[in-house]
């Protein structure tokens, strides 16, 4: 079995890429090694510089393909050294062989802060199209197909190289999780989730992102699935609505802000007419007082307690949507947040009929407790345009706040009873047949604190997140390949 495998690993430090660069020579299975991202002479045994570019250079991904003269490629994509379990080039090795797949790739272990953590990942589905996709940092690529895969790698991409060969591969062969810990890895990035969810949409990383979004509209062209800027229009005429807008706040247990929520609503300053419904899902702190308190004084707020104690946000916004009192204009805001100025509400409605859309997404603001801004600031995004905004929503990982939507479209599509991922299920289905309307005026106060349901996740609430919008991504490909058939 000699021989059988082309490595291909950052440099980091000498010493570092030495200790990777031993592990693998140990295994007896490799015919080259060649570093990445390197200017140096690096003085090692058996070793080639590729490259003095990165592994996301469309470049690097050429001359990958270029070099691997063996049946399997191994890419690492860390700096740090890389420690090999027992046997674990073998089983790649095995399993790759044994399953026929493209891509293969296991759990592992991470070193953070000198604790050693297990690191599950999750499998890989037709609808994992996000670029923050966590495979580890081994790839373990059947050379034939990255060969063929490269073909529809652009090689002028400075960022988005290596996750277009992954889409490529994608397209013509199945990947593979190894669910076993098969190398351990430094990981030093060791901020907490709610601190890392924001980064596709951090300003500084926009040229990052829009590599990426072509790379991913070039897949959905390749694969079928591909929407053109045509949308079904709206006429704004259906139904019979008392009020022209509606603020709905799901809400449990949030006795420290919703008084806030409530609050910024209530001062708002429109032309139309519009009300608040909170949908109360059995609060146990003080938040159910708080809320009738403010209902007994001003009329506009219509306090929900559902018959139903299943209910998770999904829910609890489609017992809002079916009410009475809905309007025609359903507005999204969070018990944990409030909105930046007396105009929201004004804006969202003008946005609905400007861009004739039966959703529309709003640009916020990330900040503490205090209402004081944290990094990464303003979010806009800006990805959600009117011509590839449906295509690329796909490949990201949320929306924007706030939310808004046409209350007919919307009792159409009945929102997922779910905690988690219930608007992002929502968008896509929307967006399939109609336009996002956005505003890029910072109109909502995202509120950042350690009592957010997603402030520090583990690994395991992390990779269900993770699962369950991959699912609903997979889906909704699905859906639109069956629309772009006739």
Not at 132 to 140: I, P, Y
Not at 322 to 327: I, P, R, Y
Not at 412 to 437: F, T
Request: proline share 3%.
């Amino acid at each position: 079995m000699n021989g059988k495998v082309t490595c291909f690993i950052p440099f980091g430090t000498k010493e570092e890429t030495k200790i990777t660069v031993d592990e693998l020579k140990k295994t007896g299975l490799v015919s080259a090694i060649y570093v990445v991202g390197s200017t140096e002479q690096l003085e090692i045994e058996g070793v080639e510089v590729l490259s003095s570019k990165a592994l996301t250079y469309g470049e690097t991904i050429h001359a990958i393909a270029g070099k691997a003269n063996s049946e399997y490629v191994f890419i690492y994509t860390k700096t740090s050294a890389l420690t090999l379990g027992q046997l674990a080039l073998d089983r790649f090795l095995k399993v790759a062989k044994d399953t026929n797949s493209g891509l293969v790739y296991s759990n592992y272990r991470a070193i953070k802060n000198g604790v050693v953590e297990n690191c599950p990942v999750i499998d890989y589905q037709e609808g994992s199209l996000r670029d923050d996709f966590n495979f580890g940092s081994v790839l373990f690529y059947d050379a034939k197909v990255l060969k063929e895969a490269v073909k529809d790698v652009d090689a002028s991409f400075r960022h988005a190289g290596l996750y277009e060969l992954r889409l490529a591969v994608a397209s013509r062969s199945e990947f593979m999780r190894i669910p076993e810990v098969l190398y351990t890895e430094e990981e030093m990035d060791t901020r907490k989730s709610g601190e890392k969810i924001f980064d596709y949409v951090d300003p500084k990383n926009r040229a990052v992102q829009i590599e990426m979004e072509i790379a991913c509209t070039e897949h959905l062209k390749r694969i079928g699935a591909f929407l053109a800027p045509k949308f079904d229009p709206i006429a704004f005429e259906e139904g019979n609505f008392k009020m022209e807008a509606s603020v709905v706040i799901p809400v449990r247990d949030r006795v420290k802000t919703i008084e806030d929520a409530i609050k910024s609503v209530l001062t708002q300053k429109a032309n139309v007419a519009f009300n608040l419904i909170i949908v109360d899902n059995y609060s146990t702190d003080g938040t159910t007082e708080i809320i009738q308190k403010y209902a007994s004084i001003d009329k506009r707020i219509i306090h929900i307690i559902p018959e139903r104690k299943d209910l998770g946000i999904g829910g609890c916004w489609n017992e809002a949507v079916a009410h009475e009192s809905c309007g025609k204009f359903a507005i999204q805001l969070d018990s944990d947040d409030l909105y930046a100025g007396d105009d929201t509400v004004q804006k969202v409605v003008d946005a609905f009929y400007r861009e004739n859309c039966a959703m529309v997404v709003g640009t916020y603001q990330m900040v503490n407790f205090a209402l004081e801004e944290i990094p990464p600031g303003i979010i806009d995004h800006k990805e959600w345009t009117p011509e590839n905004g449906r295509n690329n929503a796909l490949r990201i990982n949320g929306l924007g706040a706030p939310r808004a939507f046409y209350t007919p479209v919307l009792r159409k599509n009945p929102i997922p009873n779910v905690n988690y991922g219930e608007d992002y299920a929502l968008g896509l289905a929307i967006s399939r047949n109609y336009q996002i309307g956005r505003i890029y005026d910072s109109i909502y106060l995202c509120r950042r604190w350690d009592d957010n349901s997603d402030a520090s996740l583990d690994i395991e609430k992390m990779n269900a997140h993770n699962t369950y919008k991959d699912r609903i991504r997979t889906i909704e490909l699905k859906a639109r390949k069956l629309l772009c058939k006739k």
